[in-house]
């Protein structure tokens, strides 16, 4: 094989064996990661520039009943799951040429970690 061919080979396999960087927040030397508490976050990041309180309806179908009448048919319900999850959405601005990095959370964890526009 030809020493040309060689090397886009190398390089490709190596691309391949590197895992996608996970989405974190860099706080001081340290990381903000999807598991960390709310306080393991203010411990590592500081108090967020803005913070957020939602509810997150989970992604469910409307569920359907269907139960068989006196009069020989069917009466066919549809429940609407209402259910709500508290969440809430804290916003880091990192600094100057860093992304806006938006940390949401679930059940008092880090569900998820999202980044806005570049900060000028």
Do not use: H
């Not at 090397?7 to 064996?17: D, E, G, V, Y």
């Amino acid at each position: 094989m030809k020493r040309t061919l060689l090397i886009p080979a190398a390089l490709l396999a190596l691309s391949c064996a590197v895992p996608a960087q996970a989405q974190t927040l860099n706080c001081n030397r340290d990381f903000a990661q999807r598991g960390n508490s709310k306080f393991a976050i203010l411990q590592k990041c500081g108090e967020p520039v803005f913070k957020d309180n939602f509810c997150a309806r989970p992604d469910a179908n409307p569920e359907v009943i269907v139960t068989p009448e006196a009069s020989g048919g069917n009466k066919t319900v549809i429940v609407n799951n209402s259910r709500c999850d508290q969440a809430e959405e804290w916003t880091y601005r990192p600094g100057s040429g860093q992304f806006e990095t938006m940390l949401l959370f679930q059940n008092g964890a880090l569900k998820s970690i999202r980044y806005g526009s570049r900060i000028p």
